[in-house]
């Protein structure tokens, strides 16, 4: 039959959300993923064995064993009735009769549960098959209800959640081999700084390798623009001609928001008509962060201005555009795993920095990580970021009534590992 043009343009774009689950691995489910049948979808046996009727075992024992005919076998994949019908044709007594039946396979009508066969005795010599059993079976032992694993209507994949290899496991059960998937937001990157065009200032650029690699960690499209001399009119130019594009869900700079002579970001986002949605955030390290929306010839654009100073940059990365990158594909806010500091700081501000977690309950405070944001020492043994409010006036009370912090993985898609050997 012919598609109507609105479920052939339904297609389509589904099409465009829609990924092979191979390909979709590392990518955020756009829409739950729902389950359209119940797995099992009939009863199924959990053994080899035989199918029989429970209740005519309660007085079995190896005195009193019960002697069953073996009608035939269920093998998985065979319908049992269809084998019933080619051994017998009348009723069958299911009371002194049962099935042979291999793990997977589905439970014959009249049978309620599944002697393992080593827990049977072959017994040739009666007429035709036969099986002796000893020792009394439970009501429905080794017999898997129909949807007893998944259910019609669960959801297998969260809208917002990382499709994981693991996730192919279920998938595959309930037969679904494409996920819809949220639109990789596509990030540009920006560094800027005469001391990084020249190399006279024998500073290197790090922010913009980091914050490039850190976009695509979170599996999105990253592209590094380029290192921007501190010239208006090169930054003004850069800027409007990446808003106008319309390539770009989110632009970044690092550098020039302060209050320096060579601090241009402000000004030209002025000039070109930006609206600024906040410049300085009560926040160390990153006060100066500078958030706008560019407006360009098809829309507006997300534009976070970093501060210089990689520590800041990077911290204002992980908590400021970290969760506006969730947001865009629908993700939640991440959840921190709390942990409590073995020297508690008392801060009047909300505080980043990287540290080295001990464990779960106690890690040591790396001082240097939130005090000094122009080093990047901290990072060669830190495994992850901490979050602290001011005075910890909202902070969760833990179980011993001691403040707890909030730690986030350092790379965004991470876990947070521990090492073994306490780190200062
Ligand atoms: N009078 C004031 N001075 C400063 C203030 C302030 O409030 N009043 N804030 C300080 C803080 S806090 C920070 S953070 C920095 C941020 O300044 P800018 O964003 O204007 O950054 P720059 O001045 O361009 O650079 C600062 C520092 O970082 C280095 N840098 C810059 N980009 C990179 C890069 N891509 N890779 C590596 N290093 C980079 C740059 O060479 C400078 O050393 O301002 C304080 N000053
Ligand atoms: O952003 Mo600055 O410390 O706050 O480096």
Request: aromatic share 4%; proline share 6%.
């Given at each position: 039959m012919v598609l109507s043009y609105a479920e052939g343009l339904a297609k389509v774009l589904r099409t465009a959300h829609e990924s092979q689950t191979q390909d979709a691995l590392g990518r955020v489910a756009g829409k739950d993923v729902i389950s359209p049948k119940s797995i099992p979808k009939y009863d199924t046996?959990?053994?080899?064995?035989?199918?029989?009727?429970?209740?005519?075992?309660?007085?079995?024992?190896?005195?009193?064993?019960?002697?069953?005919?073996?009608?035939?076998?269920?093998?998985?994949?065979?319908?049992?009735?269809?084998?019933?019908?080619?051994?017998?044709?009348?009723?069958?007594?299911?009371?002194?009769?049962?099935?042979?039946?291999?793990?997977?396979?589905?439970?014959?009508?009249?049978?309620?549960?599944?002697?393992?066969?080593?827990?049977?005795?072959?017994?040739?010599?009666?007429?035709?098959?036969?099986?002796?059993?000893?020792?009394?079976?439970?009501?429905?032992?080794?017999?898997?209800?129909?949807?007893?694993?998944?259910?019609?209507?669960?959801?297998?994949?969260?809208?917002?959640?990382?499709?994981?290899?693991?996730?192919?496991?279920?998938?595959?059960?309930?037969?679904?081999?494409?996920?819809?998937?949220?639109?990789?937001?596509?990030?540009?990157?920006?560094?800027?700084?005469?001391?990084?065009?020249?190399?006279?200032?024998?500073?290197?650029?790090?922010?913009?390798?980091?914050?490039?690699?850190?976009?695509?960690?979170?599996?999105?499209?990253?592209?590094?623009?380029?290192?921007?001399?501190?010239?208006?009119?090169?930054?003004?130019?850069?800027?409007?001609?990446?808003?106008?594009?319309?390539?770009?869900?989110?632009?970044?700079?690092?550098?020039?928001?302060?209050?320096?002579?060579?601090d241009h970001i402000r000004g030209v986002l002025g000039q070109i008509g930006a609206e600024i949605i906040f410049h300085g955030l009560g926040v160390r390290p990153g006060h100066p962060v500078l958030f706008a929306l560019v407006p360009g010839a098809r829309g507006k654009t997300a534009f976070f201005g970093l501060p210089g100073n990689p520590g800041a940059s990077s911290a204002c990365f992980r908590f400021l555009i970290v969760p506006y990158l969730r947001a865009l594909q629908g993700q939640p806010v991440a959840q921190p795993m709390l942990a409590r500091l073995v020297r508690q700081p008392t801060t009047t501000k909300t505080k980043h920095g990287c540290h080295a977690m001990q464990d779960t309950d106690c890690f040591r405070h790396g001082v240097l990580s939130i005090t000094a944001t122009a080093k990047l020492g901290p990072f060669i043994t830190a495994n992850c970021w901490i979050h602290l409010r001011p005075h910890h006036s909202n902070a969760p009370a833990s179980p011993t009534g001691a403040d707890l912090v909030e730690c986030y993985p350092l790379s965004p898609m991470g876990t947070i590992r521990f090492a073994t050997t306490v780190l200062n």
């Open positions: 046996s959990a053994m080899d064995g035989y199918a029989i009727c429970s209740e005519v075992t309660k007085n079995a024992s190896p005195q009193t064993p019960v002697l069953l005919g073996v009608l035939g076998t269920i093998a998985a994949g065979d319908d049992p009735e269809e084998v019933i019908k080619q051994v017998r044709t009348d009723a069958v007594d299911t009371t002194n009769h049962c099935l042979e039946i291999m793990t997977g396979a589905i439970f014959p009508d009249g049978y309620d549960a599944c002697v393992k066969i080593e827990d049977t005795v072959p017994e040739n010599e009666h007429k035709g098959r036969s099986i002796l059993i000893m020792k009394p079976v439970s009501w429905r032992a080794n017999r898997r209800s129909v949807g007893c694993d998944i259910l019609e209507g669960d959801v297998i994949i969260p809208q917002g959640k990382v499709v994981e290899s693991s996730h192919i496991l279920p998938l595959a059960s309930v037969g679904i081999d494409s996920v819809p998937i949220a639109r990789r937001p596509h990030v540009g990157v920006w560094s800027t700084g005469k001391e990084m065009v020249n190399g006279r200032g024998a500073t290197r650029d790090t922010n913009g390798p980091y914050l490039t690699a850190a976009v695509k960690e979170m599996g999105l499209h990253a592209d590094f623009l380029g290192v921007l001399a501190d010239d208006p009119s090169a930054l003004r130019d850069a800027l409007q001609n990446a808003a106008d594009s319309a390539d770009f869900d989110v632009l970044i700079t690092s550098g020039a928001v302060s209050k320096g002579k060579f």
